[in-house]
């Protein structure tokens, strides 16, 4: 397997799902247990040979920054308290890889926030990951993109089928199965209606892109809401046979939205063995 060793994050949003709350605190910053969101993309970014980790960030976001940063005094105040371990954990973060951060200076889609990173990324591929989504399996889903492309030579997103009464939320893929769960993508529509989409399967917030997707951006006009869709630049990579899917196994968590969030912190607090126990205890006693 290749090692791909770039991999870019999105973080510039607004965040407008849960205000007031990121008024003043970045959404990616919000918990998961006892991490930020921003830190799960982090980590399954590296855990796949990313040697460096690119953030798309926008004003307000610099939260994100300090918490990827040393902090010397923080952990030499807890190495006094006799709090080593902490001390480790808290100095693992500012080692985990190197961070740059780009800033999309105007909120103009995704497919703009990828653009921004184009001289940053250079000519090689590179693995995109949206922080709202958590995926079950970690970063095993992102391993086994990098193994699709390496097969066909080409990007790769990950999709998921999903009900019928869901398919408006999400771009969703024509396309023909070419082996066992992987797809060659034909067409992708962006949120269609559900009696016109070509099919349930969606794309989720994980993909392994070639650098041809700069000049299909560059080329992409913008659509609704004057943003510019990487949805659509897909679509000409797709159009020349340069485009996979994968379904993938095991679940994904949408922390996108506040409903999202809590589902996704109680799905992860369940699945921990000290914190589980204690959770179904208490729900149960809720009943």
Not at 37 to 57: D, K, M, P
Not at 222 to 244: F, V
Request: charged content about 30%; hydrophobic content about 40%.
């Amino acid at each position: 397997m290749k090692q791909i060793k770039k991999a870019v994050i999105t973080a510039a949003g607004w965040g407008t799902r849960f205000l007031p709350v990121t008024k003043s605190q970045p959404k990616e910053m919000l918990p998961l247990l006892n991490k930020p969101l921003i830190q799960y993309s982090v980590e399954e970014a590296v855990a796949c040979g990313a040697e460096l980790v690119i953030i798309v960030t926008s004003i307000g976001k610099k939260p994100m920054e300090d918490y990827f940063d040393r902090a010397f005094e923080l952990e030499h105040a807890l190495s006094r308290q006799g709090k080593t371990e902490l001390a480790e954990e808290i100095r693992r973060l500012s080692e985990l890889a190197d961070i740059c951060y780009v800033r999309q200076k105007e909120q103009l889609g995704l497919g703009h926030a990828v653009l921004t990173t184009k001289r940053v990324v250079g000519d090689n591929p590179f693995l995109l990951l949206l922080p709202d989504d958590i995926f079950e399996q970690r970063e095993k889903v992102l391993q086994q993109m990098v193994d699709v492309h390496d097969r066909y030579d080409g990007s790769v997103i990950s999709i998921k089928e999903v009900h019928q009464e869901d398919v408006h939320r999400y771009g969703i893929i024509k396309s023909r199965e070419v082996e066992t769960r992987v797809h060659e993508v034909q067409d992708l529509v962006e949120k269609p209606n559900p009696s016109e989409a070509p099919s349930r399967l969606a794309i989720m917030g994980r993909y392994v892109i070639t650098p041809d997707i700069f000049a299909a951006l560059e080329n992409t006009p913008p659509g609704r809401n004057q943003e510019i869709q990487i949805t659509d630049a897909l679509r000409h990579l797709a159009k020349e046979g340069h485009l996979r899917g994968l379904e993938f196994e095991g679940e994904r968590y949408d922390a996108g939205t506040l409903e999202g969030w809590l589902e996704t912190n109680v799905a992860l607090a369940l699945k921990d063995p000290e914190i589980g126990p204690k959770l179904k205890k208490f729900i149960a006693g809720l009943m």
